[in-house]
């Protein structure tokens, strides 16, 4: 089925990776159904994408960490919006860089509640429809620090290592029932994920690309798009997408810092 006949979810859609999600799925004429905690930025994003691409949007405010929540906000969807082609689990978060024996409760709490737990609420709730209709897709954003480890950076790497297995676990567990599961893992990206790593230091944030060419949200978007339209028999299972300038997660090239 063309993108253009499919309702496509993308959670965490009110910055960077999933804006351009959306951006994207919108270009290519698909239905929308938007979500994040922030709903001044939905409500402006739905509008925008409705105004520029003639599409179809619903927005809405969701906390994915909120199970209960979760479960509501999908089952008073609209008729018309209940049946979900493609889940785009794309909310998520880093907090701080303290080694782990310093880290924060607080911190390692929002992290494993939102990248593991979230993408497990919305997962739970949406399958048992897509199973029902034998077809479907599931497209997680995991994470270059889902394959490897980072000083600092024990408990985000093990969120995202977590979505690596929970990736393959349901890959395995949704073997025959049409549905696919793939994940697209980027390397460093430049959205607000940095700002947000360091409470809001922005300057502290801006450090991480000096003197490197990151990706930009609409390079990944371009990824996950690219995973969602391959032919119903092809499963893209597995991307791991990286800026030129990155070879692992500490190797980085900074060729022009003085410049
Ligand atoms: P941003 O901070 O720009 O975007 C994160 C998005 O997630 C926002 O829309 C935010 O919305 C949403 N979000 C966070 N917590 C919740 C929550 N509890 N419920 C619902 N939505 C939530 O960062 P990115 O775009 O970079 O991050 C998107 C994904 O990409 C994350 O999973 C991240 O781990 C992953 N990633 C990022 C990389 C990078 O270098 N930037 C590299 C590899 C992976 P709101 O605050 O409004 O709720
Ligand atoms: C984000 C990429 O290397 O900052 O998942 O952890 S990294």
Redesign the pocket.
Known sequence: MPLSQQTVLV?????????ACAEAFATAGARLLI????AD?IEELAASLQTEFGVQVHGFA????DRAATEAAFAKLPEEWQAIDIIVN?????RGLEPLHQGSYQDWDEMLD??VK?LLNVSRTLLPAMIERGAGQVIN?????GHEVYPGGAVYCAS?HAVDAITRGLRIDLNGTGVRVSTV?????D???SN?RFHGDDSRASQTYVGMT?LT?ADVAATVLWVASRPPHVNAAEILLLPTDQASCTLVHRDNQEK
Do not use: Y
């Not at 979500?35 to 922030?38: G, L, P, T, W």
């Open positions: 959670t965490g859609a009110s910055s960077g990776i999933g804006k979500c994040a905690r922030r930025r969701l906390d994915v960490r794309n909310a998520g978060l880093s939102t990248n979230g954003i995991g994470s270059i620090a995202k893992d980027p390397g460093l990206v959205t607000e994920f947000v990151p949200g």
